[in-house]
């Protein structure tokens, strides 16, 4: 059986028992298996998400023997064979919460959330990436749950998670520290507050060939402990590349940066040592590496502690970095959205975009993130959200249906990123199914030979150059998709781009008219250009019009790969 997948996509097993469920299966993960064929203890430890389509009871019976431990059980949801119910079972916060709610946007049913802080949209204090919670969690989640309004206070200069950015605090409600000092339970218990501690810390070692693991990690808890700093504060360790084997570094089993000796030599620290320099080549090891790792000459905050074997320095890391991803969702239904669209979403700490596609990924969204949604129009102002949100160090997912690079938000990102200062680096563009291959798909293969996208929309590009280039395209003979074709100020230009393409096309030629492909609305039809009416036509509409090879089949049609195929 195969292993886990550790390297980011959870590996999904959907289970089941009749014929009626196999359907329904199939629907909800690549990898079915009937019940009776597995053995599910095996199945438990090599699946992250685990889908029954039984009954509750079968599916609870089926993994009593196996539960152990919440941090490794996997996500088990179950969904009934009628498919109107999707429950999660075990590990709601783990994943099982959000499968549900994707298997429901999927198949149609309905997500039973019985977690009460995702039911009623509060946050989970325990789930903020990159932050611990400690204290008493599960009381103080139980207020939050029941509506109580924390004060929040932050001891960093540590942006504040996403949720917490963007609910309502108060002044004198039970209290969310934001501290990176070492938390002091009873104390914490006492006076009913919840520490949340940021990892922005770089713990910079220096360890001899001789240095034991327990010796270096003896030297980074005194270290801490002495300068009243949390551990959960470490982000990472940071050290010299020549100890990348030594098993002391290996022990820490945390992430951990090499540099080598000429880029630590190059760091100016307040305490160099000889030594150190004729041993390594560098006068100085944990000091420079912490500044290095933390990417500010400004960095230390605790210099050098010296042990016997053992050097270690702290540093604070500059700033969250914060990221913008320009997400495509595909054309509406989950089932069209790419792995990697639906884990950017999930992982982000701020999504945003035009309020409609930011209600297309409603089912991967959490209280834990900042969810910010826009009207029509204010494209500008939507990038420059998400923009200033990365540059206030979120992770941003900024939506867009479709493909993001397809007459929507990639592009202006970019310019928007020049114009404001934004590392163009720091953007990464998902693509998404666009309009195009999702109708043409749907109505046959219509862009089977070589084929151009037009906008009509003249708003951005004169109707002067529109037309020239459906001109263009007609001659080429090349097959012609029109995105937003006509809206309800635009209705002119569709009737002329079909009227140029009429007069290089035969009036048989198949014209594909795809309204809301992969929503609940969908409508697609094939008519012939000359019985086109752009009646039915509005700004959910694709039409794509075939070239003088394109043919029907049946309803549908499709573009021969070679002219020589041409009936
Ligand atoms: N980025 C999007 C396109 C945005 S432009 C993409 O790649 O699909 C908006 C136009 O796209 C609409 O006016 C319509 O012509 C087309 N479109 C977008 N979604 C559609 C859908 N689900 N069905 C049909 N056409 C769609």
């Given at each position: 059986?195969?292993?886990?997948?550790?390297?980011?996509?959870?590996?999904?097993?959907?289970?089941?028992?009749?014929?009626?469920?196999?359907?329904?299966?199939?629907?909800?993960?690549?990898?079915?298996?009937?019940?009776?064929?597995?053995?599910?203890?095996?199945?438990?430890?090599?699946?992250?998400?685990?889908?029954?389509?039984?009954?509750?009871?079968?599916?609870?019976?089926?993994?009593?023997?196996?539960?152990?431990?919440?941090?490794?059980?996997?996500?088990?949801?179950?969904?009934?064979?009628?498919?109107?119910?999707?429950?999660?079972?075990?590990?709601?916060?783990?994943?099982?919460?959000?499968?549900?709610?994707?298997?429901?946007?999927?198949?149609?049913?309905?997500?039973?959330?019985?977690?009460?802080?995702?039911?009623?949209?509060?946050?989970?204090?325990?789930?903020?990436?990159?932050?611990?919670?400690?204290?008493?969690?599960?009381?103080?989640?139980?207020?939050?749950?029941?509506?109580?309004?924390?004060?929040?206070?932050?001891?960093?200069?540590?942006?504040?998670?996403?949720?917490?950015?963007?609910?309502?605090?108060?002044d004198d409600g039970p209290e969310i520290l934001i501290s990176i000092t070492r938390p002091d339970l009873a104390h914490l218990r006492l006076v009913g507050s919840v520490q949340l501690i940021p990892e922005l810390l770089v713990v910079g070692v220096g360890c001899s060939s001789d240095a034991t693991p327990?010796?270096?990690?003896?030297?980074?808890?005194?270290?801490?402990?002495?300068?009243?700093?949390?551990?959960?504060?470490?982000?990472?360790?940071?050290?010299?590349?020549?100890?990348?084997?030594?098993?002391?570094?290996?022990?820490?089993?945390?992430?951990?940066?090499?540099?080598?000796?000429?880029?630590?030599?190059?760091?100016?620290?307040?305490?160099?040592?000889?030594?150190?320099?004729?041993?390594?080549?560098?006068?100085?090891?944990?000091?420079?590496?912490?500044?290095?790792?933390?990417?500010?000459?400004?960095?230390?905050?605790?210099?050098?502690?010296?042990?016997?074997?053992?050097?270690?320095?702290?540093?604070?890391?500059?700033?969250?970095?914060?990221?913008?991803?320009?997400?495509?969702?595909?054309?509406?239904?989950?089932?069209?959205?790419?792995?990697?669209?639906?884990?950017?979403?999930?992982?982000?700490?701020?999504?945003?975009?035009?309020?409609?596609?930011?209600?297309?990924?409603?089912?991967?969204?959490?209280?834990?993130?900042?969810?910010?949604?826009?009207?029509?129009?204010?494209?500008?102002?939507?990038?420059?959200?998400?923009?200033?949100?990365?540059?206030?160090?979120?992770?941003?997912?900024?939506?867009?249906?479709?493909?993001?690079?397809?007459?929507?938000?990639?592009?202006?990102?970019?310019?928007?990123?020049?114009?404001?200062?934004?590392?163009?680096?720091?953007?990464?563009?998902?693509?998404?199914?666009?309009?195009?291959?999702?109708?043409?798909?749907?109505?046959?293969?219509?862009?089977?030979?070589?084929?151009?996208?037009?906008?009509?929309?003249?708003?951005?590009?004169?109707?002067?150059?529109?037309?020239?280039?459906?001109?263009?395209?007609?001659?080429?003979?090349?097959?012609?998709?029109?995105?937003?074709?006509?809206?309800?100020?635009?209705?002119?230009?569709?009737?002329?781009?079909?009227?140029?393409?009429?007069?290089?096309?035969?009036?048989?030629?198949?014209?594909?008219?795809?309204?809301?492909?992969?929503?609940?609305?969908?409508?697609?039809?094939?008519?012939?250009?000359?019985?086109?009416?752009?009646?039915?036509?509005?700004?959910?509409?694709?039409?794509?019009?075939?070239?003088?090879?394109?043919?029907?089949?049946?309803?549908?049609?499709?573009?021969?790969?070679?002219?020589?195929?041409?009936?």
């Amino acid at each position: 059986m195969t292993h886990k997948n550790t390297a980011g996509t959870p590996r999904l097993i959907c289970l089941y028992l009749s014929e009626k469920g196999r359907v329904l299966a199939n629907r909800i993960s690549p990898t079915t298996l009937p019940l009776s064929e597995v053995k599910i203890g095996e199945v438990f430890t090599s699946f992250d998400q685990i889908v029954f389509v039984t009954t509750a009871a079968i599916a609870v019976r089926s993994i009593a023997p196996h539960i152990s431990s919440k941090a490794t059980d996997p996500s088990v949801v179950c969904v009934d064979e009628d498919g109107s119910y999707a429950i999660p079972l075990l590990g709601g916060h783990r994943g099982a919460n959000r499968l549900a709610k994707t298997i429901a946007a999927t198949i149609g049913s309905e997500p039973v959330i019985t977690n009460p802080s995702d039911r009623n949209g509060t946050y989970t204090l325990n789930s903020f990436a990159g932050y611990h919670a400690v204290g008493d969690i599960a009381h103080f989640q139980a207020q939050l749950n029941s509506g109580i309004v924390p004060k929040v206070t932050n001891s960093t200069g540590w942006p504040l998670p996403g949720a917490l950015a963007d609910s309502a605090t108060s002044d004198d409600g039970p209290e969310i520290l934001i501290s990176i000092t070492r938390p002091d339970l009873a104390h914490l218990r006492l006076v009913g507050s919840v520490q949340l501690i940021p990892e922005l810390l770089v713990v910079g070692v220096g360890c001899s060939s001789d240095a034991t693991p327990d010796e270096v990690a003896s030297a980074i808890e005194a270290t801490m402990i002495e300068s009243n700093l949390a551990n959960e504060a470490i982000h990472t360790f940071a050290t010299i590349d020549i100890r990348k084997d030594h098993p002391a570094i290996v022990a820490l089993n945390h992430p951990t940066v090499f540099f080598d000796s000429s880029q630590l030599a190059r760091v100016e620290v307040p305490n160099p040592s000889s030594t150190v320099l004729d041993s390594v080549g560098s006068a100085s090891v944990a000091e420079a590496a912490a500044i290095l790792a933390s990417g500010s000459p400004d960095g230390l905050i605790v210099s050098k502690r010296k042990f016997r074997a053992v050097t270690v320095a702290v540093a604070q890391r500059s700033a969250k970095p914060g990221r913008l991803f320009v997400v495509g969702l595909g054309p509406g239904n989950p089932d069209l959205r790419t792995l990697q669209a639906a884990n950017t979403i999930s992982h982000a700490e701020v999504v945003t975009g035009f309020g409609p596609y930011v209600d297309l990924c409603s089912d991967l969204l959490t209280p834990n993130q900042k969810v910010k949604r826009f009207p029509i129009g204010e494209e500008t102002h939507r990038v420059d959200f998400a923009i200033d949100s990365a540059i206030a160090g979120y992770e941003v997912a900024l939506v867009c249906s479709g493909d993001p690079g397809v007459f929507a938000m990639a592009s202006l990102a970019f310019e928007r990123a020049e114009i404001i200062g934004f590392d163009p680096k720091l953007i990464t563009v998902v693509p998404g199914v666009t309009a195009a291959l999702a109708s043409s798909a749907v109505a046959g293969a219509i862009l089977g030979h070589d084929h151009a996208y037009i906008s009509l929309s003249d708003l951005m590009t004169p109707w002067s150059v529109i037309e020239e280039r459906v001109i263009a395209v007609a001659r080429a003979d090349l097959v012609a998709a029109f995105y937003n074709p006509k809206s309800s100020r635009r209705i002119s230009q569709l009737n002329k781009a079909i009227g140029i393409l009429a007069e290089f096309r035969p009036a048989t030629t198949p014209v594909v008219v795809a309204r809301a492909v992969g929503r609940d609305h969908q409508s697609v039809k094939v008519v012939q250009l000359a019985d086109f009416s752009s009646d039915e036509v509005d700004m959910e509409t694709l039409v794509i019009v075939g070239s003088t090879t394109s043919t029907f089949a049946g309803i549908r049609a499709y573009t021969p790969r070679g002219y020589s195929e041409k009936k």
